[in-house]
């Protein structure tokens, strides 16, 4: 057989070679990730089972920002990602995802409560509604 099948021209084509270098984390940013994501789980737990904040939209409202919390230190601890990574591609990429992520969220919430306030607008002026029955009636009268 030919060389011809192995030529390579001194390109490497990105194939295997990564100039990144990217730090892929040390055993103390793990620790302080793992720290930080138990911090960051229990806190909500004992606010839930503590019946810490009466309120529980207040509740559900905190709950949530700890998990906005928490998702970012997964991705710092856990993901490595920066602005350095990449060229700041990935960046970029996951702020497109968040993006997309809270037009969804916010347009299937925006629906579904039109979509129950419109369906059922009775229930959303006197949430204690209940069926009566007129005194004049029975049960037997009813077909």
Do not use: C, R
Request: hydrophobic residues 50%; proline residues 3%; negative net charge.
């Amino acid at each position: 057989m030919s060389a011809h099948h192995n030529h390579d021209h001194g390109h490497d084509h990105g194939h295997g070679h990564h100039d990144d270098h990217a730090s892929h984390g040390t055993l103390k940013s793990y620790a302080i990730g793992f720290i930080l994501s138990v911090i960051l789980t229990a806190i909500p737990f004992w606010l839930v089972m503590g019946k810490v904040i009466e309120n529980s939209s207040t509740t559900a409202i905190v709950i949530l920002g700890f998990a906005a919390v928490q998702v970012v230190v997964h991705m710092i601890y856990f993901l490595h990602m920066n602005s350095k990574v990449e060229g700041g591609w990935s960046m970029l990429a996951m702020v497109f995802t968040i993006v997309v992520v809270v037009i969804m969220l916010a347009g299937s919430i925006w629906v579904m409560y039109h979509l129950n306030h419109n369906m059922m607008p009775h229930m959303m002026s006197d949430p204690t509604h209940e069926m009566h029955m007129p005194s004049n009636h029975t049960m037997s009268d009813m077909p």
